[in-house]
């Protein structure tokens, strides 16, 4: 079995987060895209303590897509530095796994 990582991203409004999570799935850069409502953030930015309302998404894929699954949130995302954090998928359901698999590019 291939190895799977889950990604986790951050996007300002609704519409950018439909856009990220339409494009990836649609170019096989990910099997599923969870959009989760109303995040809110703290974060350092520029020396100064900010505060915004965040969606989060969560997306399903190879490990080894990271890369181009990286570069194209970049291209599509509005802020200088977006999150995108890749975290290694120990384990998990085989049927859901394959599902997964066979819905992505193979890296």
């Known amino acids: 079995m291939p190895e799977f990582s889950v990604v986790l991203m951050t996007a300002p409004d609704a519409a ?20 989760l409502p109303e995040a809110r953030s703290v974060y350092r930015w520029e020396g100064k303590v900010e ?28 802020h200088k530095v977006p999150e995108i954090i890749a975290i290694p998928l120990t384990d998990g359901s085989r049927p859901y796994l394959s599902w997964v698999d066979a819905s992505v590019l193979q890296s």
């Open 51 to 78: 505060e915004a309302r965040e969606l989060l998404l969560v997306a399903k894929t190879r490990a080894g897509l990271f890369p181009a699954l990286e570069a194209r949130v970049r291209a599509l995302h509005p």
């Open 16 to 35: 950018c987060a439909d856009r990220i999570a339409r494009v990836l799935v649609d170019e096989r850069l990910a099997a599923c895209v969870n959009i």
